[in-house]
């Protein structure tokens, strides 16, 4: 299994100002996993971001707009730069310590752009 | 066409009922299948894994047919505490890099 301290749980911020959420992981795990959940959908994969390279972002999502570090095998940020109302949202970090199997979740970050 | 669908819900059913959830799954290539629990402001946590053989844990059975990329999931004798949002999870393998693909979710309300 994988303990997930992510930070902050809540945020509001100005729009025009940038974000940086962080997830520290118990355990050394080559993969972490940032997510959106924006209100009332499912969860969105945002990027997978492997230590030592650089993240792997999915379709819609860049990395000018999400920064993300790995600088080491517990520890990951992402940043919501230039913020907007739209990225209200939550969002939340990932690791599958075993590949396909578990999943484990931080507590999330609810974001609210004002 | 999302990766993962499920049915649209909400489900309000009473205690006692039985209920089930189904969702379908677009990439054949898939190999792990889950169903995960999230409730009201919080994170995902997983309910259960899916297997070929069908598995069971307590009131709660899933079945997954291959064939028909099918995955669903069966709650026998609700409880109240059963209210939740169940997302169905798709497991891409290593050739997605083992991310998880979510289907919206389905919502439960067991009513007294």
């Known amino acids: 299994s994988a303990v997930i301290s992510q930070k902050p749980s809540r945020d509001i911020c100005q729009r025009g100002t940038s974000l940086t959420i962080q997830c520290q992981v118990d355990s050394q795990v080559t993969m972490m996993f940032w997510y959106r959940q924006q209100p009332g959908q499912s969860l969105t994969l945002i990027a997978t971001a492997n230590q030592g390279s650089e993240a792997t972002y999915e379709s819609g999502f860049v990395i000018d707009k999400f920064p993300i570090s790995r600088p080491n095998l517990t520890f990951s940020t992402l940043t919501v730069s230039n913020m907007s109302p739209e990225d209200s949202s939550i969002y939340l970090c990932?690791?599958?310590?075993?590949?396909?199997?578990?999943?484990?979740f931080g507590q999330g970050t609810r974001l609210t752009v004002v | 066409r999302k990766e993962v669908e499920q049915d649209p819900g909400p489900f309000n059913v009473p205690e006692g009922a039985t209920v089930a959830f189904n969702c379908t799954y677009s990439n054949s290539a898939s190999q792990s299948f889950f169903w995960y629990r999230q409730d009201c402001r919080k994170e995902p946590k997983l309910l259960m894994s899916?297997?070929?053989s069908g598995n069971e844990d307590g009131r709660f059975t899933a079945q997954l047919n291959r064939a028909s990329q099918y995955i669903s999931l069966l709650i026998r004798d609700s409880k109240l505490s059963d209210s939740a949002t169940y997302l169905c999870?798709?497991?891409?393998?290593?050739?997605?890099?083992?991310?998880?693909?979510f289907g919206k979710g389905t919502s439960l309300l067991v009513t007294p």
């Open positions: 999870v798709v497991n891409g393998g290593s050739n997605s890099g083992y991310a998880l693909n």
């Open positions: 899916v297997y070929s």
């Open positions: 990932s690791v599958a310590p075993s590949g396909g199997t578990e999943a484990f």
